[in-house]
């Protein structure tokens, strides 16, 4: 008895203790102190466990990150083994930059004012990329000249498009890349455009091309799901910006793209029952990355040459370099995101994929401009395509960072390095360069990100937990656990990255890196139905991703070959704010590179 005593005594003292005499409001730390403008000497990308979830696995995870053991024990665990806390030891002096955007300098040009005729009359007459041996992907350029020729109209295109549409579903594995469409508005669409190219009237090179919007992104008169089971009930009343001024220029769209739920991952392994998993064109056993994944595997597979996708975290950039096309994240605010519900919304921009660079351009110029109904796109300044068709890259000087660009797989990093040499011997200019403390940015961009969704998806939390997916379950329990300090410790990391491009750019014209560390992850066959939670591929698959996202900058991934075992591999360039135009010059030159272009095992020729 006297023991048992002793024992409750004891604990009864120790939670006294800790109730109400220990303080645990902060803990003492050695702190890191930064100095204003001046960056650590340091290149640290710190590899995170391999720890994959599916099946069961998953289950029991998703569902203990959300007790009190989860949130006080677990989280805290798993963010100490991958360093997302790190920032919280550190002083940096900067304030804090809570929006990239940038105020445009050296264009004397007003806000808004480029005549967008004339650009795109530029671009159009541009050489298309050099035809290879055997496959090729189409064009917006083949489109166009098929319908000015005679050939093939619109209604014609459309009626292939919406039976290609029903067999990519009927298929043993569905492809699952445009999942909501309605065949009578397709047709209406295109047999407008039919009626203009045969009254010589087209209102743009976009007229009669096929495109497929994102889920994110709301247009009439479907349902702005976003990638859930449980949102867009009732179907869309207001076209987004980007879905008008499609409209206006006369595309036809053709619905919907599939997405990972809420934008949250970067595979594309969505199981819930309106969406299912996307696949990969070139390997249906592969994922075919996210978030945009329907909008990557839609222009992959031929269904349409255009797919308009939103880019947090590489959400653009990831499907197209894992299915082998074309992907534009332009300066944060260039187009505008109305009402397209950016959840990260200080890291996201909405922007095309293609299977051209040619075709990025041509839909850039569409689709950017100021709006009056998003604030972060009115003061850009106007659009400046001129030099993108020079015969050569005189005086370009890229730079590269190679303890940073040689940070992935050996096949990704050869095929990489053989397209930097490429564009110098065209007169390229190559300068080392040192991107500073880019572990703290990517640290910052993860807090950054995940604070945005956490807070714009709070009544989903809360009300629809039960309906959402468990690797989503996951990653916002991951979120819970981020603080308002986090998230200003964040912005003032930004603050610093900012500064620091801005240096480097003063010495080159664009920075160049792989655009994945590895080719397309592999699914297996427990995510088809439970789905999966793989925090060491998320996070090494956006490692090139994230610098252009947190700081506002354009990024343009282009394909350069292909692994061993046939997925594709792409590059990346970045460049500075509002300078889209040098990362075109130089994409057109990088798509002369690669030898061939592989077919995709699932394809379909719509001319």
Known sequence: MEMELLVCVALAAALFYL???????????????????????HYGVKDTPSIRLSGLALRVAAHL???????????????????????????IPESPTFIP??????????????????ILNDLMQLSDA????????????????GYKSGRITPTQVAENV?????????????????????????????????????????LSPLDGIPVCIKEETQVVPYHHRMGTMYRGEEQATEDATVARKLREAGAVIIGMS??????????????????????????????????????????????????????????????????????????????????????????????????????????????SGPDPNCSYSIHQPSLN?????NPDLENIKFGIDWKF??????????????????????????????IPELEEVQIAHFISILCEVREAANMDFNNHYHNMNLDTRITLAMASTFTSSDYIQAGRQRSRAMKFLEDIFKEVHCLITPAIPSTAPLSKSSDCSVGCSDLHTLLSTIRYMQLANFTGIPALVVPVGYSSSGLPINLQIMSKWWDEATLFRVGLKVEQFRAETKKPQIYYDLL
Do not use: W
């Open 65 to 91: 990150v959300n007790t009190v053991f989860g949130q006080f024990v677990l989280v805290p665990l798993l963010m100490r083994m991958v360093n997302l806390h790190s920032l919280r030891d550190v002083v």
């Open 101 to 118: 955007v940038v105020d445009p300098k050296g264009s004397d040009d007003p806000p808004g004012q480029d005549n967008k005729e004339t």
């Open 385 to 389: 395509l001129d030099n993108v068709g």
């Open 162 to 202: 919406i039976r290609a549409l029903e067999d990519s579903d009927g298929r043993d594995i569905p492809l699952r890349a445009v999942v909501q469409y309605q065949p009578n508005l397709i047709m209406k669409m295109a047999e407008a455009s039919t009626a203009r190219y045969a009254a010589n009237a087209p």
């Open 258 to 367: 599939n997405m990972h739920e809420l934008g949250l991952g970067v595979t594309g392994c969505n199981v819930n029952r309106y969406h299912g998993i996307c696949r990969n064109p070139y390997s249906p056993q592969h994922f075919t990355g996210g978030s945009s994944s329907g909008s990557g595997a839609a222009v992959a597979a031929g269904l349409c040459p255009l797919a308009i996708g939103s880019d947090g975290g590489g959400s653009v950039r990831i499907p197209a370099s894992f299915c082998g096309i074309v992907g534009l994240k332009g300066t944060f605010g260039r187009i505008s995101c109305y009402k397209a519900i950016p959840l990260c919304f200080s890291n996201v921009s909405l922007g095309p994929i293609c299977t051209s660079v040619k075709d990025a351009a041509i839909a850039h110029a569409i689709l």
């Open 19 to 41: 109730a109400l005499l220990h303080r645990c409001t902060g803990r003492r730390t050695v702190p890191l102190h930064r100095e204003p403008g001046k960056a650590a000497a």
């Open 130 to 145: 050099e035809e290879k041996p055997g496959f090729n992907f189409r064009t917006i350029s083949d489109f166009v000249q």
């Open 405 to 434: 660009f040689t940070d992935c797989d050996p096949e990704v990093l050869e095929v990489c390095q053989q397209a930097v040499y490429h564009l110098s011997g065209l007169g390229g200019i190559m300068v080392d360069v040192t």
